[in-house]
């Protein structure tokens, strides 16, 4: 009979450890590159501020990136600007013609070079500190989409009281149509691997108030289940938008959601292949990319 030979315990133990060790480093060496979209519009007096206060919390990050500011609408010096600025690391697209913000951030997804894809607002009425936090909460739970949410335990907010009565009650109309487990759609930041959004963008439609839902409503028709929320800091204080502005977005954002109600349940529209690009139209504009 052939004798079994038997490993001693502590080389098991030491060959699991290697591999263990191999594992970890594999997986903190894998590089990961950031796509940054920030739309903008009528922001010619803050926005090399803010983009320069963003690039300083990206050069703190682990990862090598990338920003992408999109001008919906040559109606200022926005675009102008940020070129005289020479800020490295930054690609500028700007509109000849107003198109709209949720159009804006999806060229700029659409020209994303990043498997992290992320947008955030410009205004820095978002703490732009808060990219961080959602890069660990993608991390953490290998998840497709991370949300951004003035509704999370530990968002810190400042915001009227009439907004937050407003974001329940849109919360609610959502669950309700959509059934999306998700408390804060509408938050000017969120993160999106890159796989997933090539699955969503030639199903986009929306062009203005409705754009960050319809993101996530297609998300969740195609199976991508892993959207997590994470918190965010976010100041209202020094908003500068009208009362009639505020009803116009308000009337429509409305309308855009249930339009997305009738393209998803009653067209099905998002189920459906699409091959379209994310511009179904020729639109003018000019751009510069400084290394």
Not at 53 to 81: P, W
Request: glycine letters at 4%; hydrophobic letters at 40%.
């Amino acid at each position: 009979m052939k004798k079994c030979v038997t490993v001693p315990h502590w080389i098991t133990i030491a060959v699991f450890f290697l591999w263990y060790i191999i594992c970890c480093m594999k997986n903190t060496l894998t590089p990961h590159f950031l796509s940054l979209i920030i739309p903008a519009f009528k922001q010619e007096k803050t926005i090399v501020k803010d983009v320069r206060k963003i690039k300083r919390v990206l050069d703190t990050i682990r990862y090598d990136y990338e920003i992408i500011v999109v001008v919906d609408g040559n109606v200022d010096y926005s675009f102008e600007k940020i070129k005289r600025a020479k800020i490295k690391k930054i690609s500028c697209y700007v509109f000849q013609e107003n198109q709209g913000k949720s159009f804006a951030i999806r060229y700029g997804m659409s020209r994303a070079r990043g498997d992290y894809v992320i947008f955030i607002d410009s205004g820095m009425e978002i703490d732009p500190n808060g990219i961080s936090m959602l890069l660990e909460h993608m991390e953490w739970y290998n998840a497709d989409i991370i949300v951004g949410s003035k509704r999370h335990l530990a968002s810190q907010v400042n915001y009227p009281l009439w907004r937050k009565v407003l974001s329940v009650g849109y919360y609610m109309i959502v669950k309700w149509l959509f059934g999306i487990k998700v408390h804060d759609t509408q938050a000017g930041i969120k993160i999106f691997k890159r796989h997933v959004l090539e699955k969503i963008l030639p199903r986009l439609i929306e062009k203005n108030y409705a754009g960050d839902l319809e993101i996530l409503v297609v998300a969740n028709t195609l199976g991508f289940k892993r959207t997590y929320e994470a918190p965010i800091k976010l100041d209202y204080s020094n908003s500068t938008l009208t009362s009639a502005a505020t009803l116009r977005a308000i009337i429509g954002i409305l309308i855009d959601t249930l339009a997305i109600f009738y393209r998803k349940n009653i067209l099905q529209y998002y189920k459906q292949p699409h091959k379209r690009p994310v511009t179904s139209k020729r639109i003018k504009l000019k751009y510069f990319r400084y290394l």
